[in-house]
């Protein structure tokens, strides 16, 4: 009965330590077994990676497994930031690192660094923070100065972050770095209140500019409209006196100008309430 007992137990350890022989590594991961704190190598003398599906290992071995896909990482922390700028503003900024270990860099990913996100975080966040202070509004910069200037161009602050990573960080911390995204960018409160002081001026100075020019545009339309109407009578009065001069010649062609003029006068002073006579024997 005691060989039996010994027997049951000697079988139950061999099933618990063959179960801890075996290790399953998921698609996008890689492991890499480690042997008393040294990582196992393969016959070319290269780090041995495990990919996905089931792997032995001896007991006393350990594995670290690493995840190929791309990770996202907060600078900072939860919190924003604060970072100051070329003019001393101080802003307060959000943003997020977005990188993937790379599979023949995993030796100085692994064994490289202690505290691999907080070194990489830290690291971006001292890139960012150079860049943003290295960005100067130019001299009669519109609205807003330098930060104006790192709201309109954030795009080419992360850009001349990722082309630095790209150039000197890849092989050193054996990362592929994918962007820096500057999330939100807030500044201090008594300029958000200034700039928002300053655009509704500059809204309302604006509105009352375009009321302005349409009124200016419909008085000018409607002198211009005024010029054609009294261009128009003074034409058709001056063909009026054309004609009527026409006939007046003809009528002295035909020498009764003198009779019509009387008749006309006659037929003024008949419709006259009041009739004025000037004596010229008196002068």
């Given at each position: 009965m005691f060989v039996t007992g010994i027997l049951i137990g000697v079988a139950v350890f061999l099933v618990w330590k063959a179960r801890d022989s075996y290790f399953r590594v998921e698609e996008g991961q890689v492991a890499v077994v480690t042997r008393f704190g040294a990582a196992r190598h393969g016959p070319d003398g290269q780090l041995w990676l495990?990919?996905?599906?089931?792997?032995?290992?001896?007991?006393?071995?350990?594995?670290?497994?690493?995840?190929l896909r791309e990770q996202l990482l907060t600078l900072g922390g939860e919190a924003a930031e604060q970072v100051m700028l070329s003019d001393g503003t101080v802003i307060r900024l959000q943003s997020m690192l977005r990188y993937a270990p790379r599979r023949d860099g995993i030796a100085k990913y692994l064994f490289g660094l202690h505290h691999r996100k907080e070194h990489v975080a830290g690291l971006f966040s001292s890139l960012l923070r150079n860049e943003i202070a290295n960005v100067k509004a130019a001299k009669g910069e519109d609205l807003g100065g330098a930060f104006a200037l790192v709201r309109r161009d954030r795009g080419l602050v992360n850009q001349r972050i990722a082309d630095f990573a790209r150039k000197e960080l890849g092989d050193r911390y054996g990362i592929d770095f994918q962007a820096v995204d500057v999330t939100d960018?807030?500044?201090?409160?008594?300029?958000?209140?200034?700039?928002?002081?300053?655009?509704?001026?500059?809204?309302?100075?604006?509105a009352t500019r375009f009321r302005a020019e349409s009124e200016c545009a419909q008085k000018v339309l409607a002198a211009e409209q005024g010029v054609k109407i009294a261009a128009a009578k003074g034409a058709a009065v001056e063909q009026e006196i054309d004609e009527l001069g026409k006939h007046l010649g003809s009528l002295?062609?035909?020498?009764?100008?003198?009779?019509?003029?009387?008749?006309?006068?006659?037929?003024?002073?008949?419709?006259?309430?009041?009739?004025?006579?000037?004596?010229?024997?008196?002068?």
């Open positions: 495990a990919g996905p599906g089931l792997h032995f290992k001896w007991s006393f071995e350990e594995v670290r497994v690493v995840s960018i807030h500044p201090p409160d008594e300029l958000a209140d200034a700039l928002n002081a300053v655009m509704s001026a500059r809204a309302e100075a604006d002295q062609k035909a020498g009764v100008l003198e009779a019509y003029v009387a008749r006309r006068r006659a037929e003024v002073l008949a419709d006259a309430r009041t009739l004025f006579v000037k004596d010229g024997g008196a002068a």
